[in-house]
C-alpha cells in the first residue's frame, strides 16, 4: 500500500480542512460489458480487460441503480464496451428510468437497429450518444477495425433523430483525423446534433498504449481549436441549438485538469464485475477498490478506503500540498501521476511544478516527430489484451 | 423590443425538470448534464408545460406571490435566457 502522506508536517494548517464534507454520487456510469465489437486503439478500457471478472446479473446492476438514486445520483450512463451487446439493456434502461435517472446510452452505433431505438424509447431511454471514429468512411473503418462500421453509424445517427432523442456525437481525436476536424463538425451539424464532443485523446487504457501514434503535434491542435471557435462564432450568429465541447488533451496544459471534480467528489464508475471507481481510468491504480457484490453504494461511496483514498488535501505531498491551486484543480489526475511517476500521490506530471513534468514535454517533442501509421498501432481486442495481460 | 407574452414555452426535446430530494431543488436534467435552478427558477420552470404561455404563467405566479414588483419582467428575463441557452422554445 502507498504511503498516505497524513503523517507529513501540516504546512496548511487553518487554511483548509483536511477532510471537507463529502459530495453527493450525482453522476453514475454504469460499464455494462467490456465485449465490444470494434478495436478503438485509444479505448479507455484497461488492457487486461480479456482477463476481468463475470459480469454483473441484471438484478445485481438494478440494485446498484436503486441505491445511488436514493443517494441523490441523477444522471446514468450506460456504457462499456459496447453496451448493446447486453441482452437485458431495455430491462436496465426500464428499470432506470422508473426511479427517476436522466439514461444515457453511449454507444458506438453498432448493433443499433431502427427496432432497439424504438424499444429503449418505449423503456423511457432519455438520451444516445454515438461515437464516431472519423469524418470519412476510410479513416473510420480503418481505427474502428471493422468494415461496415460507418455506414452503420451515420444510418443509426439518422433514426436516433427521426426517433425524436437528443443526440450526442462524439469523436475521439487524435493526429490521424484532428486536420478534418471541420468536416467532422460539418457531418455532425448535418447529422443534426445537439451536442459534438471534439476529444482530444486522453492518455489512459489503450491510448496510453499507443501514444506516441495519437498525440497531435501543438501546430494541429491549435489549427483544431481555431477552426472550433470560427464554427462556434458561426452557429451561435445563427442562433443554431447545436453546442460544440472541445477538450483538449492535458499534455499541452501547463496545470492539470481538475480531473473527476476531485476524487469521489461527483462521479462514481462501476464496471462490469462490479467493481466500484471514482473515475473510469483507476482501476490500474494500485489502491483496494471495493465490489457492489460486497457492499451496498451507501458504503462503497462514504467509507470505502478506494473512495476515501484521494479526498481532501491532506495526503498531498509537495508541491501541492503548499500550491495555491490545489482546490482549482486536487493536483491533477491521480491514474495520470501514477501512470507517469509509478506514485499516484505525486502532483499530475502536467503540471510545470511537477518534478516530473519533463515526461510530459519529451512526449510533445516526439509528437513533433512521430512517424506511426494507423495500421501500426495496437488494437483494442482479446488478443492483444491476453498478450499483454502476460507481459 | 417588448416581449411577446403570447408565446408558449416548452422544454426543448431532451430536457427534463424535476425535483431532486437529495438536492432538496428542482433541476433541468440534459444529456449528460445537469442545472440546479434556484427557487425562483424552479417555480417558473414548474409551470412550463406547453399549455400555459407566458401571459399565464405570470398571471399564476402573480396571483401566487401578490405584490412581488416586477415579477413579470423576471418571468420575461428568465425566458430570455432559457431560450438563448436553448433549454426550451417559445412559440
Known amino acids: 500500500m502507498l504511503s498516505t502522506g497524513s503523517n507529513l508536517p501540516d504546512t496548511v494548517s487553518g487554511t483548509l480542512p483536511p477532510k471537507p464534507e463529502i459530495g453527493l454520487p450525482l453522476w453514475l456510469l454504469a460499464e455494462l460489458t467490456y465485449r465490444c465489437p470494434l478495436q478503438c486503439p485509444y479505448c479507455s478500457n484497461p488492457l487486461d480487460f480479456a482477463e476481468q471478472g463475470k459480469e454483473l446479473s441484471t438484478e445485481q446492476w438494478i440494485k446498484v ?21 447486453r441482452q437485458d439493456l431495455a430491462e436496465l434502461i426500464a428499470e432506470a428510468r422508473k426511479l427517476g435517472f436522466y439514461t444515457n446510452l453511449i454507444t458506438s452505433g453498432i448493433g443499433l437497429t431502427e427496432q432497439k431505438i424504438s ?57 490521424h483525423n484532428i486536420d478534418k476536424i471541420d468536416r467532422i463538425i460539418e457531418l455532425c451539424i ?44 458561426r452557429l451561435e450568429a445563427e442562433g443554431h441549438p447545436c453546442k460544440l465541447i472541445f477538450v483538449t488533451p492535458d499534455y499541452y496544459e501547463e496545470r492539470p485538469k481538475a480531473c ?40 462503497i461511496w462514504y467509507d470505502s478506503f478506494g473512495f476515501n483514498r484521494f479526498r481532501g488535501y491532506d495526503w498531498m505531498p509537495e508541491p501541492c500540498r503548499s500550491c495555491d491551486e490545489k482546490e482549482k484543480d486536487f493536483g491533477g489526475c491521480r491514474c495520470q501521476a501514477f501512470m507517469l511517476t509509478g506514485d499516484a500521490s505525486n502532483a499530475d506530471p502536467v503540471c510545470s511544478k511537477s518534478q516530473h513534468h519533463g515526461v510530459i514535454l519529451k512526449a510533445r517533442e516526439e509528437a513533433e516527430h512521430a512517424t506511426q501509421t494507423i495500421e501500426q498501432l495496437a488494437f483494442r481486442n482479446e488478443r492483444n489484451s491476453r498478450l499483454i495481460a502476460k507481459s | 423590443m417588448s416581449f411577446d407574452r403570447s408565446k408558449t414555452p416548452t422544454w426543448r426535446t431532451g430536457y427534463r425538470y424535476q425535483y431532486e430530494p437529495a438536492q432538496k431543488g428542482h433541476v433541468l436534467l440534459y444529456p449528460e448534464g445537469m442545472i440546479k435552478l434556484n427557487e425562483s427558477a424552479a417555480l417558473i420552470g414548474g409551470l412550463i408545460d406547453g399549455e400555459r404561455d407566458v401571459a399565464a404563467i405570470i398571471a ?30 417559445l412559440a
Not at chain 1, 441503480?65 to 448493446?84: I, N, T
Not at chain 1, 471534480?261 to 482501476?283: E, K, M, Q, Y
Request: glycine residues 8%; charged residues 20%; negative net charge.
Open chain 2, 60 to 89: 399564476e405566479l402573480d396571483a401566487k406571490f401578490p405584490g412581488v414588483p416586477e415579477l413579470g419582467e423576471d418571468i420575461e428575463q428568465f425566458m430570455e435566457v432559457a431560450r438563448a441557452q436553448h433549454w426550451i422554445e
Open chain 1, 190 to 233: 448535418a447529422l443534426e446534433a445537439d451536442f459534438v464532443e471534439l476529444a482530444t485523446c486522453q492518455f489512459y487504457g489503450w491510448a496510453q498504449l499507443n501514444r506516441v501514434g495519437l498525440l497531435p503535434t501543438k501546430e494541429q491542435l491549435v489549427r483544431a481549436e481555431r477552426v472550433t471557435n470560427e464554427y462556434r462564432a
Open chain 1, 119 to 175: 424499444d429503449f424509447k418505449k423503456a423511457g431511454l432519455d438520451h444516445i450518444q454515438i461515437s464516431f471514429q472519423a469524418s470519412d468512411e476510410q479513416v473510420n473503418n480503418l481505427l474502428a477495425g471493422s468494415k461496415k462500421a460507418f455506414a452503420q453509424k451515420l444510418e443509426m445517427a439518422r433514426a436516433v433523430k427521426a426517433h425524436g432523442y437528443p443526440m450526442v456525437l462524439n469523436f475521439v481525436t487524435h493526429r
Open chain 1, 260 to 299: 473527476m471534480n476531485g476524487w469521489g467528489s461527483i462521479f462514481l464508475t462501476v464496471t462490469p464485475d462490479g467493481t466500484a471507481l471514482p473515475c473510469h481510468g483507476a482501476r490500474q491504480m494500485p489502491v483496494q477498490f471495493p465490489n457492489v457484490r460486497d457492499h451496498s453504494m451507501q458504503h
Open chain 1, 65 to 85: 441503480f436503486r441505491e445511488a438514486r436514493e443517494m441523490g445520483a441523477a444522471q446514468l450512463g450506460f456504457s462499456g464496451g459496447e453496451p448493446l451487446v
